[in-house]
Nanobody, 125 residues
Framework: QVQLVESGGGSVQDGGSLRLSCAAS????????MGWFRQAPGKEREGVAA????????YYADSVKGRFTISQDNAKNTVYLQMNNLKPEDTAMYYC??????????????????WGQGTQVTVSS
């Protein structure tokens, strides 16, 4: 089993920045990919960014490219999401997720085995 705990959410103004953290514990050696997803009220869950923990290959949704950066600290079993130039449309609950493997594109949620409890991000205009 793997446990994920997110932190770092909050409220910022349009154009502001936040850094989300996701600390993993448990059998983390089984994980090969970590992702960040978000869900706004009344909308479907959306894959935001993902990183393969072995090689560090990253993926981003078009809506966040150039503004968000996913990174990892393997020594701390922690994945980060640096969010810059935030916009009101980024407002959502953000979830960290981990998967042991899979065939789906990393920004699709289907293969993710473990999920955190979520952290709220609110961007006001």
């Amino acid at each position: 089993q793997v446990q994920l705990v997110e932190s770092g959410g909050g409220s910022v103004q349009d154009g502001g920045s936040l850094r989300l953290s996701c600390a993993a514990s448990g059998y983390t050696a089984s994980i090969n990919c970590m992702g960040w997803f978000r869900q706004a009220p009344g909308k479907e869950r959306e894959g935001v960014a993902a990183i393969y923990t072995g090689g560090g290959i990253t993926y981003y949704a078009d809506s966040v490219k150039g503004r968000f950066t996913i990174s990892q600290d393997n020594a701390k079993n922690t994945v980060y999401l640096q969010m810059n130039n935030l916009k009101p449309e980024d407002t959502a609950m953000y979830y960290c997720a981990a998967r042991r493997g899979g065939r789906w594109y990393p920004l699709y949620s289907e293969d993710y085995n473990y999920w955190g409890q979520g952290t709220q991000v609110t961007v006001s205009s």
